[in-house]
């Protein structure tokens, strides 16, 4: 709880999306010792998710500009249903698709959707290296950490409207 605590307080703490969420997923995976710890954004529009902040081992081998539809793959899926998504063994589970290149050793995901007001807004992607069994414990740290980032991301959201509003205002 201190971990999340920290976490948390740092994220309300930052005011632009991009630096909010990179160091999210940064201090994520160096506080919690995740292999890779992806946030992807929910574009309602389109119905689909967007990386936007990476942190770990698969970091500079898959896509910037990755995109998955809501409904598809273990990610998608966080995002449509708003529930916490587990697979110990990716290589069984029928729901998995690759996102990433082949290159990239995905064994473990885990799905958390992040909720503001009761609807998705994101999802936050743990990928292991090795098959893992992420316990009750984690994923309640982690969907109370989301929780938290819920409300930062919505802060962060409106600071920037804010600013563009004030921008944009005729002198």
């Known amino acids: 709880l201190a971990i999340v605590n920290r976490i948390a307080r740092r994220a309300v703490s930052i005011l ?17 010792g995740y292999h890779n710890v992806t946030l992807l954004l929910l574009d309602p529009v389109r119905k689909e998710l967007g990386r936007q902040a990476m942190a770990g081992g698969f970091k500079d081998i898959s896509r910037h500009d990755y995109r998955q539809p809501v409904g598809v793959g273990l990610i998608g899926i966080a995002a449509e249903t708003g529930k916490v998504i587990v697979s110990n063994d990716v290589e069984s589970d029928r729901r998995y698709i690759r996102g990433f290149p082949p290159v990239v050793p995905t064994r473990s995901e885990l799905c958390v959707p992040i909720r503001l007001a009761g609807e998705v807004i994101a999802v936050l992607d743990i990928q292991e290296i090795e098959k893992r069994v992420f316990d009750e414990i984690e994923i309640n740290t982690l969907e109370t950490l989301c929780d938290q980032l819920a409300a930062a991301i919505n802060n962060a959201r409106l600071y920037e409207k804010a600013y563009q509003e004030i921008a944009d205002y005729p002198r």
Do not use: K, Q, Y
């Open 16 to 32: 632009v999306l991009d630096d909010l969420l990179l160091a999210t997923v940064n201090d994520i995976r160096e506080s919690l």
